[in-house]
């Protein structure tokens, strides 16, 4: 079955970076991209990104001020999540998702919460 | 744009039909049927119940449908059950120069 393992929770201080990890198993890695979302304490889901694993090539929000970057590591099924120059307002539950065609995202990580402190 | 626009709450008693409703724009909803929808239990990562306007994935349940007209979608729940209480977000892909996808702003759906 399709699976989608995160990395643990960290807690960052303000201007630092984070990179979170989500390793993918059950499918054809490189078929399928996938989608970076966060999820503030008590607010919405905010969509951070994607990557085409076959060629790593992205598309980024620019909501985030080119402070993301993604990539992936197709000899280990793992995607990257980095994310620089951290605020407070950056505390948040980081998830990967599978993007499927329509770029719905079909299975998801556990989440992994950062916090700036 | 930065968000969907959804109803913050929506209530219903069990076995009742409800429906939420996820507003866009001519770049997003109303361009491509590109529109999923995402239920979030509590302390939960979200699960997709619907996905190109109006596909359930495999294993869920047939009270869950969508629609879509202009740059309105919608999510039907029909039956209500107590476990369908949670957070309900729609999205869509865009053509906005700024990202990809957008999340609508979420909608509480309480089983009375």
């Known amino acids: 079955q399709v699976q989608l393992v995160q990395s643990g929770a960290e807690v960052k201080m303000p201007g630092a970076s984070v990179k979170v990890s989500c390793k993918a198993s059950?499918?054809?890695?490189?078929?399928?991209?996938l989608h970076w979302v966060r999820q503030a304490p008590g607010q919405r889901l905010e969509w951070m990104g994607w990557?085409?694993?076959?060629?790593?090539?992205?598309r980024d929000s620019q909501n985030f001020q080119d402070r993301v970057s993604l990539t992936r590591d197709t000899s280990a099924n793992t995607f990257y999540m980095e994310l620089t120059a951290l605020r407070f307002e950056d505390s948040a539950v980081y998830y990967c998702?599978?993007?499927?065609?329509?770029?719905?995202?079909?299975?998801w990580g556990q989440g992994t919460l950062v916090t700036v402190s | 744009q930065s968000a969907l626009t959804q109803p913050a709450s929506v209530s219903g008693s069990p076995g009742q039909s409800i429906t939420i409703s996820c507003t866009g724009t001519?770049?997003?909803?109303?361009?491509?049927?590109?529109v999923s929808w995402y239920q979030q239990h509590p302390d939960k990562a979200p699960k997709l119940v619907i996905y190109?306007?109006?596909n359930r994935p495999s294993g869920v349940s047939n009270r869950f449908s969508g629609s879509k007209s202009g740059n309105t979608a919608s999510l039907t729940i029909s039956g209500l059950q107590t476990e369908d209480e949670a957070d309900y977000y729609c999205?869509?892909?865009?053509?906005?120069?700024?990202?990809?996808?957008?999340f609508g702003t979420g909608t509480k759906v309480t089983v009375l």
């Open positions: 998702a599978r993007s499927g065609s329509d770029w719905s995202a079909d299975n």
């Open positions: 059950g499918y054809t890695f490189t078929i399928y991209g």
């Open positions: 990557i085409n694993p076959g060629n790593g090539n992205t």
């Open positions: 001519s770049g997003d909803v109303g361009a491509y049927n590109y």
């Open positions: 190109g306007v109006n």
């Open positions: 999205s869509s892909y865009t053509s906005s120069s700024t990202l990809a996808y957008v």
